[in-house]
Antibody, heavy 121, light 107 residues
Framework: EEQLVQSGAEVKKPGESLKISCQGS????????IGWVRQKPGKGLEWMAL????????RYSPSFQGQVTMSLDKSVSTAYLQWSSLKASDTAIYYC??????????????WGRGTLVTVSS | DIHMTQSPSSLSASVGDRVIITCQAS??????SNWYQQKPGQAPKLLIY???NLETGVSSRFSGSGSGTHFTLTISRLQPEDIATYYC?????????FGGGTKVEIK
């Protein structure tokens, strides 16, 4: 079964760092871009970043450029999203999703279950 | 950025009704739009890609149409399991952007 498995919920304090993960299985993960999508509590979806595992080419939304870093460990088919200094406004569910149909005109066909990140003092 | 204006923001309809959700792009995006369904507490699920292609395994009650700047998602006969929020998304140009969502409820 093709799936994306995300790491568990996190509770952090403002200023702390964090790295969440998304592991692909059941398909050739080097062939598809992987993206991250944010959903703040009770709000809509926001695309954050994309990464192509074959060469680690990474694209960021201007809204998130410099705020987060997307990376990859190809050996374990795992993508990461990390923050160096969290803010309360980073509280959200973060979804990873596979981009099918080619870049950039693709579509997110497989989604992880989401990682809830809560940032509170 | 390309802005996707989705309407209505919410609707209430009866079981068996035909439901139409629209999405207007701020510029021509050809057919590069997708639709997702998100049920409470779940991740989004792809319904329609490239404006009108039904994702494998998705009920044929869902259909999509449009090109350029105007797109529609139609649910032909609303069922209780269709209670969800629906989002359009453009993939014509980075940054990808989503519509604000349409919450569908049963009357």
């Amino acid at each position: 079964e093709e799936q994306l498995v995300q790491s568990g919920a996190e509770v952090k304090k403002p200023g702390e760092s964090l790295k969440i993960s998304c592991q692909g299985s059941g398909y050739n993960s080097t062939k598809y871009w992987i993206g991250w999508v944010r959903q703040k509590p009770g709000k809509g979806l926001e695309w954050m970043a994309l990464l192509y595992p074959a060469d680690s080419d990474t694209r960021y939304s201007p809204s998130f450029q410099g705020q987060v870093t997307m990376s990859l460990d190809k050996s374990v088919s795992t993508a990461y999203l990390q923050w160096s200094s969290l803010k309360a406004s980073d509280t959200a569910i973060y979804y990873c999703a596979r981009l099918k149909g080619g870049y950039p005109f693709g579509y997110f066909d497989i989604w992880g279950r989401g990682t809830l990140v809560t940032v509170s003092s | 950025d390309i802005h996707m204006t989705q309407s209505p923001s919410s609707l209430s309809a009866s079981v068996g009704d035909r439901v139409i959700i629209t999405c207007q792009a701020s510029q021509d995006i050809d057919t590069h739009s997708n639709w997702y369904q998100q049920k409470p507490g779940q991740a989004p699920k792809l319904l329609i890609y490239d404006a009108s292609n039904l994702e494998t395994g998705v009920s044929s009650r869902f259909s999509g149409s449009g090109s350029g700047t105007h797109f529609t998602l139609t649910i032909s006969r609303l069922q209780p399991e269709d209670i969800a929020t629906y989002y359009c998304q453009q993939c014509d140009y980075l940054p990808y952007t989503f519509g604000g969502g349409t919450k569908v409820e049963i009357k």
